[in-house]
């Protein structure tokens, strides 16, 4: 028997959201320990890897461990139908192949099951090694998501660099050039501050269209964490609040002189 | 008198690679397998030329199509030669001739069994995939020849990647096994 | 003449945005009570039937009674170019074959007349005999609005069962099945409440179609009240304030067996 | 030495159906008398098959479908036929010869006055309107025809709608005169 | 060297979204005064003029007269990116062949530079010439916008007739005719009065098409002016607040038999 | 005996108009000198029909609209005869030929030099755009041969713009000098 209930439904409603354009389909993982989810988007460049752990659920029950694979879209479908106050409670049976989503609303006066068919999926899990980043940058989540946004009009790549004074994000295109530059913030109040943790300074280029979908992260978390170093995939990362965290692993794109 | 011999320092290689549009534009890609060169990346289907004589090419091109990638003959007979389009590795000079087919419908379109998967990509998402600079060469090739490559698709493409290449995140991290 | 005037005159932009997807041409007959309005869609599943007594217009005139026939999606057109705070008046001489929309802003610096032609449309009326519904459900408009919204993704066809405890809605699809129940509220507070008065339990399917069709009423009333009985049309039925009401009758989808 | 006459206790009867398509898709559905078997249902339009040689039908589809539906001669040509569609009707055995056509306008297309009217529906129009499950069988046989009938769609359709059959709203209110 | 810099980085934003959609390329003339733009539609009916003065920045220096082609689209991309809390620079080397935008975030902890390029358009000047108008009309600009957009609905040009009581928009199609008619307000409380200057009255006819591209300016002023005279363009001004102004001037269509 | 000269108060003259039309449905118009009879306003482009005999009418269309309009022979072969436009202008009764061709690009499509521009309008750019009556003729002439002209729309233009005319802004301001 496993069941998670989260009185926050929202929170779930954002992961999903957060993953669905990357993952068509993913396995969720479940533990006495929590909800893992590991899985590289069809082109195999980016990795996504979501943290789900057991004390931050209102309820949480996992008596064997449970592989769900799902199609993302249709689980999109039906949290949709959720309400924002809802109360979501992941419910299935040990052997199960079907997974029970209930949403209750607050009064308890609409009670909602929504049961939907697992999925066997052959996925492969990727070890990610223990790295000490040269370089880890925290700011605002949507400030970062901006960013991305703007830039993408101009090229197909981003370059960040990264130094002791601040954080660059450089774009060409036909258009012209486009250069960002922020700075590190004097006064650390936390989630509105720039934050650069530096070893050496970096400079990596990325894609657009893979940091367009990790934004869609942004409304788990106001604070978004980079880390990077030479020649490894950047780490793009949101911290869910009392739950866990979703983490983006993108490789760069490297020049063929570099490599 | 004996034959002299072609000296070649460069090996030459000659294969046949085959876009297969489908109807709303998108194209077949194939990841190659995980070990070897070029490992993981994406690639259009090749079809190998291995007879000898030219004239065989077009029909192993139209035979092996229906048999490796399940295109259906009618849609494999109206192929189109676009281009020759030369790449130079390491040791070989390998030379794509490139053909064209649209094909009514991705239903029924297979792919061999060694390579990791297949998918039908837009442009753009070819073009964010990881990929060989050869393939993406074959693309320009193809844009060329439909007049697509526009001035300024090519300017930005020089001015924004000045060759770099998108790496995989498998070529960082490795399988284990699942705890 | 006729001449009908309305302080409120959103309630009628409202009303025109509750049958214009529904209906594309309908007739207003125009009388001295009121004006009301009947007709089927054009695949002669659902009747709309639209009742606003003299007495709700701040202005009402009808010397002689007079059909109306209208294109509803011109109609709507023309309303849309009545602010929400505007005053509307409906006039028309007696013999005229066209009707003019009057709207005045609220302090009166602004006054837009639009004339339309009328249309000689050949309708029937259909008698809707009185009725003792088995089961007559009150809810929020909102709510069942959203519960149509959301059951839609999952089927074409929604089924209501109710019984003594709260209303049930049930859809099945592809991508799994789908279960709403709203409990009967204690707290009797007015607009917010479900209401259950029962005879007998009753389960009947409908068509997702049309019940999207009707929620498009929603902004009218904050409540609606579904009128069923077993192999008999539903109701739905939203009164507008003060000025009448719209009710939506649909024919059940039945079992071959059934019938 | 008589003749035995075939004893059939259900009657045999067969009808041609035509799928008339326009170019966005939709197809033409009339909608029967107010009266009779199957009062007010929408259905394709019906071509009586009277000839008694079956020779003569594709002639007899071909005359009628322009001469009673308006649909141009050109078009009337190019129909293909789908499937025989068998339905029992308490007495009958019913077959529908389904043809399709696609006709390049919707305008100039018109029906028989017998029928209360007619009107171009999407899939999902025909679906959600009233017909007979007879009808909805010849659609599922031009869809399998049409390799469009995806697993997904038939799964959907029989885990939702267990045989229920839409009513129309006039078999439950009559009409009155106007007051 | 040529910089200006506009603390209020937003009002640049407004002026490009009310000239983009009409003109594709244009010339911005600087001079020691200030910058200005004049240029025709490619359908050459319609006529822009922007004037933005020196005094209306923070910072100005125009060393030598530039004139700075542009891809209009273009600098809207680039605009795009700034915040509307942004100070927007702009910045340009005497014999440069790029313009660079710049924005700083009001906290000074994020500054973007966008570098495009500029282009040699062959554009004419129209000398205007001093008019005085028969009629001035002042009214809010989004009362104007929403005329423009409801009469758009019944018909391709709209009939303005200006009297002593006040102003009519006519339009007529094919639903039907529509007559807004704008009484002359007493209260003369600025920003939301219709004004009339009236010499004699005027009646002209003119395309939906281009009275609704200018709209697009209606975000810059609360208030439109509309200038009127017999068979001749009408000039449809916003105001900049303390920076300038910019002005439509459209030709009207004129009866086959008034010409 | 003197043959006897035909009188013509009104000079006749021919001309013929094309319509190119690009695959999403504008078309190609021209902006004429700022001088002259009809000064900046937009039209279709012209062919000059100076030849006596009309047999050799289709073959100078053919070719000028390859020479002077830039449209691919594949293209201007494909043409159709709509119909005889004719509008009288004070002293001349003019007889516009109006053909169609829709190329398959906008690409390479040009126009003479006399022309301050060209511009690829929709049909409702068209219509507020600068342009004469007889222009406006023309279209018409195409859409009622298209069908397209419905009711609804002639109806509407001839509520709407009862013979008003769009002017040019540089009917109203001339040109100075750049201080």
């Known amino acids: 028997m496993f069941e998670a209930r989260l009185v926050k439904g929202s929170l779930l409603k954002n992961v999903l959201d957060a993953i669905k354009d990357l993952l068509k389909q993913a396995s969720w993982d479940c533990a006495d320990s929590g909800i893992q989810l590991q899985a590289m988007d069809s082109s195999h460049v980016s990795l996504v890897s979501v943290n789900l752990k057991a004390e931050g659920f209102d309820k949480y029950r996992c008596d064997r461990n449970l592989i769900m694979g799902m199609d993302l879209s249709s689980m999109s479908k039906i949290l949709k139908c959720a309400a924002n106050d809802d109360i979501i409670t992941m419910k299935a049976q040990d052997n199960a192949d079907t997974v029970t989503f209930m949403f209750e609303s607050p009064n308890q006066e609409k009670v909602s099951d929504y049961e939907m068919k697992l999925m066997n999926l052959d996925q492969e899990h990727l070890g990610i090694p223990e790295t000490q980043y040269a370089c880890v940058v925290k700011m605002p989540s949507a400030e970062f998501a901006r960013i991305c946004r703007d830039l993408s009009n101009f090229g197909e790549s981003i370059c960040i660099a990264c130094t002791k004074e601040g954080i660059k994000f450089y774009a060409a295109g036909d258009i012209g050039t486009a250069n960002i530059k922020l700075a590190q913030t004097t006064s650390v109040d936390k989630e509105d501050a720039v934050i650069i943790d530096l070893q050496e300074p970096v400079t990596l280029t990325f894609s657009c269209h893979y940091l367009n979908m990790f934004i869609k992260a942004t409304p788990l978390s106001q604070q978004v964490s980079l880390s990077m170093s030479p020649d490894v995939p950047l780490v793009v990362e949101y911290t869910i609040h009392d739950l866990g965290h979703i983490q983006y692993f993108l490789a760069p794109k490297i020049g063929e002189n570099d490599s | ?179």
């Open chain 2, 1 to 179: 008198y004996p034959v002299k011999g072609r000296k070649t320092k460069q090996r030459e290689e000659t294969t046949a690679v085959v876009i297969l549009e489908c109807e709303d534009g998108r194209m077949l890609l194939v990841q190659r397998p995980k070990g070897g060169l070029l490992a993981s990346l994406w690639e259009f289907p090749h079809i190998a030329l291995t007879e000898e004589s030219e004239e065989h090419w077009e029909k192993t091109v139209g035979g092996q199509v229906t048999e490796l990638f399940g295109v259906l003959e009618s849609d494999a007979a109206s192929r189109t030669f676009i281009a020759d389009v030369t790449h130079i590795f390491s040791h070989i000079r390998q030379t794509y001739r490139v053909y064209k087919i649209r094909v009514a419908s991705e239903r029924g379109v297979c792919w061999p069994e060694r390579y990791q998967g297949g998918q039908w990509m837009t442009r753009e998402q070819f073009l964010s995939s990881a990929t060989s600079t050869a393939m993406k060469k074959v693309l320009k090739a193809v844009e060329a020849q439909e007049g697509k490559s526009k001035d300024k698709k090519s300017k930005k493409s020089s001015a924004d990647q000045p060759s770099k290449k998108q790496k995989t995140i498998s070529q960082f991290f490795s399988t284990v096994a699942k705890k």
